[in-house]
């Protein structure tokens, strides 16, 4: 009768290693399958410059440096000027209307972008140095024209829309630039001047 009890015992016992076994495996699965996914970090858009057939030949940010004046851009996008997008950044702002200033503009262009000056002198585009830095050309000389930001004239540095600017040694400004354009686009590039110096760099051509 003994041994019949001792038998019994030890069936069981042996059925409940087995169970309790058999529970940790699953709680290991069940842990695993719980363990969180790695997740990809989200595509920050920087240009639309391919809905206007240009393959970008750089990525921005993309910085040129011409006599200790550094220009970068950080982001470019090219709206219809009758977009929502465009109008609603030139009433914000009060960008003059295109029919008085710009009769024939297509395209309103806004740059976000970062002036720094590495130079030992004092720089910017101001009553005694209105030259341009940069130009934004295009096919045949063309160019992005410049426009004028009526909320923020006469206010220097601004850092929501540009116009003029001071900047002392080692100063730097991050800010953004609107521009209208009425050509096609085949190409674009930089075109930085400073102190007779001159830079260029190909932005994009034609994807044709």
Same mark, same amino acid.
């Given at each position: 009768?003994l041994?019949?009890?001792?038998?019994?015992?030890l069936?069981?016992?042996?059925?409940?290693?087995?169970?309790?076994?058999? @529970?940790?495996?699953?709680?290991?699965?069940?842990?695993? *399958? *719980?363990?969180?996914? =790695?997740?990809?970090a +989200?595509?920050?858009?920087?240009? &639309?410059?391919? $809905?206007?057939?240009?393959?970008?030949?750089v990525?921005? +940010?993309?910085? =040129?440096?011409?006599?200790?004046?550094?220009?970068?851009?950080?982001?470019?996008m090219?709206?219809?000027?009758k977009?929502?997008?465009?109008? *609603?950044?030139?009433?914000?702002?009060? /960008?003059?209307?295109?029919?008085? /200033?710009? +009769?024939?503009?297509?395209?309103?262009? #806004? =740059? $976000?972008?970062?002036?720094? &000056?590495?130079?030992? @002198?004092?720089?910017?585009?101001?009553?005694?140095?209105? &030259?341009?830095? #940069?130009k934004?050309?295009?096919?045949?000389?063309?160019?992005?024209? +410049?426009?004028?930001?009526?909320?923020?004239?006469?206010?220097?540095? @601004?850092?929501? *829309?540009?116009w003029?600017?001071?900047?002392?040694?080692?100063? $730097?400004?991050?800010? /953004?630039?609107?521009?209208?354009?009425?050509?096609?686009?085949?190409?674009?590039?930089?075109?930085?001047?400073?102190?007779?110096?001159?830079?260029?760099? /190909?932005?994009?051509?034609?994807?044709?």
């Amino acid at each position: 009768m003994l041994k019949k009890i001792l038998r019994t015992s030890l069936a069981v016992s042996l059925v409940g290693l087995l169970l309790e076994s058999g @529970s940790l495996q699953e709680g290991k699965v069940a842990t695993a *399958a *719980a363990a969180p996914t =790695t997740t990809k970090a +989200p595509v920050v858009m920087t240009d &639309n410059l391919s $809905k206007y057939g240009l393959e970008k030949e750089v990525t921005f +940010p993309l910085t =040129t440096t011409v006599n200790g004046l550094s220009y970068t851009i950080h982001k470019m996008m090219i709206y219809d000027i009758k977009s929502a997008d465009a109008q *609603a950044l030139m009433k914000k702002y009060k /960008y003059p209307a295109t029919v008085d /200033y710009y +009769p024939n503009a297509k395209y309103f262009i #806004w =740059t $976000k972008i970062s002036i720094v &000056n590495n130079s030992k @002198s004092t720089m910017g585009i101001y009553a005694r140095d209105t &030259n341009k830095k #940069w130009k934004l050309v295009l096919d045949e000389g063309k160019q992005f024209e +410049p426009v004028i930001p009526m909320a923020t004239l006469g206010k220097f540095n @601004s850092k929501e *829309a540009l116009w003029d600017f001071i900047l002392k040694p080692g100063e $730097k400004l991050d800010t /953004y630039q609107a521009f209208e354009y009425d050509g096609s686009f085949k190409s674009l590039r930089i075109l930085m001047t400073y102190k007779d110096n001159m830079k260029e760099v /190909y932005i994009a051509n034609s994807q044709k």
